[in-house]
């Protein structure tokens, strides 16, 4: 009997620590998409899953393995009116993406346009320095795309001493482009 009790306790803290690990997965994100792209209406979500056709293809660009979480992405597109009176149309698409730099996680949140093309990223949750967090450095992924390096030195530079958060940044920020870029190509 107390095993069966100590087994269903640790079920419930394992059930708890995932839910924490992936929080930005399990609820609405309306604050955080604004703050990514501030002229939207309203956001609709696109919950896909990656298949392995898509899978190979990221995974052949980017030269690792996708992380699990990145398989089933919830995609939100950005909602927009040019004039009160016009249509609504889907501006960019938006992914958050988690990267691992030298503070350790880093939730970023990704924008790419209809061309494909990344719009800007942000950051939430980190503990990464100041200046790897500032538009300064944040404003060099303006209109990258997918076949870009994202490499720190070589298209990508990095706030002095920051190297190593920089490249994670960078990392996280093509997975994200690439994964939206695939989920939505045309057929």
Not at 82 to 101: L, Q, V
Not at 109 to 114: F, I, L, S
């Amino acid at each position: 009997m107390k095993k069966i009790a100590l087994i269903n306790m640790l079920s419930i803290v394992l059930l708890c620590l995932v839910s924490v690990s992936f929080a930005h997965d399990l609820v609405w994100p309306g604050e955080k998409l604004k703050a990514m792209f501030p002229t939207a209406e309203s956001f609709e979500q696109k919950n896909l899953y990656v298949s392995d056709e898509q899978r190979a293809t990221v995974e052949k660009a980017l030269g690792y393995r996708l992380p699990e979480e990145d398989l089933k992405p919830s995609i939100y597109l950005a909602i927009v009116r040019n004039t009160p009176d016009s249509k609504p149309r889907k501006a960019a698409a938006i992914m958050f993406i988690d990267a691992h730099g030298e503070g350790g996680k880093i939730e970023m949140g990704v924008v790419v346009n209809g061309k494909g093309e990344l719009m800007r990223i942000h950051i939430f949750e980190n503990n990464e320095p100041e200046k790897v967090k500032q538009q300064p450095f944040l404003g060099q992924f303006e209109n990258k795309k997918g076949s870009s390096p994202f490499t720190v030195g070589k298209d990508i530079a990095a706030p002095k001493g920051n190297e190593k958060s920089a490249q994670a940044i960078a990392s996280g920020a093509r997975r994200g482009l690439l994964l939206i870029n695939e989920m939505f190509k045309k057929k």
